[in-house]
């Protein structure tokens, strides 16, 4: 049993449909020969062919089948932590070398900025140290107290939000 098909036409016809069509186009055609030229490139093997258009679905949400497509993540975007003010507190028994040596340890602060708050401190009362994280101001001023009170200081420091 034989299969009939379609009679193809030759390559060579569609070489000449593209000539005609490149000449079609070059000279001023008229409108009914610009529409035959349009015709003509419908009609070329390497045209737009509408029997082989996949069918997209109007729903964006409906998944094509052999197409993944990446999901877009939400952006999240994470605050900075609020920041706490420590302040040193002047007592007349802690000795201004020892403040220093904690200002500068433990606070990490320059020689000349420790004695400038050391002597702040001592002049005022009350002088700003460091603005930091809750946690790290905690961390810093427990270990400020619990040094002072090994070496038998009263030092004070407190820490605020900013």
């Given at each position: 049993?034989?299969?009939?098909?379609?009679?193809?036409?030759?390559?060579?016809?569609?070489?000449?449909?593209?000539?005609?069509?490149?000449?079609?186009?070059?000279?001023?055609?008229?409108?009914?020969?610009?529409?035959?030229?349009?015709?003509?490139?419908?009609?070329?093997?390497?045209?737009?062919?509408?029997?082989?258009?996949?069918?997209?679905?109007?729903?964006?949400?409906?998944?094509?089948?052999?197409?993944?497509?990446?999901?877009?993540?939400?952006?999240?975007?994470?605050?900075?932590?609020?920041?706490?003010?420590?302040?040193?507190?002047?007592?007349?028994?802690?000795?201004?070398?020892?403040?220093?040596?904690?200002?500068?340890?433990?606070?990490?602060?320059?020689?000349?900025?420790?004695?400038a708050v050391m002597l702040e401190a001592h002049e005022t009362g009350v002088a700003f140290v460091v603005?930091?994280?809750?946690?790290?101001?905690?961390?810093?001023?427990?270990?400020?107290?619990?040094?002072?009170?090994?070496?038998?200081?009263?030092?004070?420091?407190?820490?605020?939000?900013?």
């Amino acid at each position: 049993m034989e299969r009939a098909s379609a009679p193809r036409k030759p390559a060579h016809q569609y070489s000449k449909s593209l000539e005609a069509l490149k000449i079609l186009r070059t000279q001023s055609a008229s409108p009914g020969e610009r529409g035959r030229a349009d015709r003509l490139v419908e009609a070329s093997p390497g045209a737009y062919n509408r029997s082989r258009r996949r069918a997209v679905p109007n729903d964006p949400s409906e998944p094509v089948p052999g197409v993944s497509v990446p999901v877009a993540q939400p952006v999240t975007r994470t605050r900075p932590a609020p920041r706490y003010k420590v302040f040193l507190h002047n007592d007349p028994i802690t000795r201004m070398e020892f403040v220093t040596k904690i200002l500068r340890g433990i606070f990490a602060l320059q020689s000349s900025r420790a004695q400038a708050v050391m002597l702040e401190a001592h002049e005022t009362g009350v002088a700003f140290v460091v603005a930091l994280a809750l946690e790290q101001a905690e961390f810093r001023v427990d270990q400020a107290h619990s040094l002072a009170r090994a070496a038998g200081y009263p030092l004070t420091f407190t820490y605020e939000p900013e």
